[in-house]
Nanobody, 123 residues
Framework: QVQLVESGGALVQPGDSLRLSCAASGLRLTAYNEGWFRQAPGKEREFVAALNWSGLDTFYTHSVKGRFTVSRDNAKNTMYLQMNSLKPEDTAVYYC????????????????WGQGTPVTVFS
């Protein structure tokens, strides 16, 4: 049984940093593209960042470039999203996903999803 379990969401202030984790079981992340998406209240789920299966290519939505970094620890079979300089507009539930259907920037490119972890940024 495949499971993706996110953790690390919190209530923070603007300018703070957070690191989200996504621990995978039942699959090897090295065989899949991995992505992070977020969904704010009343909005559709949107792409945030992705790492291709090889770990060599990363992708980011424009609003997080230079602030967020996606990475993976192959030994721990865990992916991460390091979020720096957080802004109120980053407030959302963050989801990790794994898949092989591509493209990596779309919800449809993923087969497996975590349950989400909430991030709230407010002053």
């Amino acid at each position: 049984q495949v499971q993706l379990v996110e953790s690390g969401g919190a209530l923070v202030q603007p300018g703070d940093s957070l690191r989200l984790s996504c621990a995978a079981s039942g699959l090897r992340l090295t065989a899949y593209n991995e992505g992070w998406f977020r969904q704010a209240p009343g909005k559709e789920r949107e792409f945030v960042a992705a790492l291709n299966w090889s770990g060599l290519d990363t992708f980011y939505t424009h609003s997080v470039k230079g602030r967020f970094t996606v990475s993976r620890d192959n030994a721990k079979n865990t992916m991460y999203l390091q979020m720096n300089s957080l802004k109120p507009e980053d407030t959302a539930v963050y989801y990790c996903a794994a898949g092989s259907r591509g493209p990596v920037t779309t919800v449809g490119g993923y087969d497996y999803w975590g349950q989400g972890t909430p991030v709230t940024v407010f002053s």
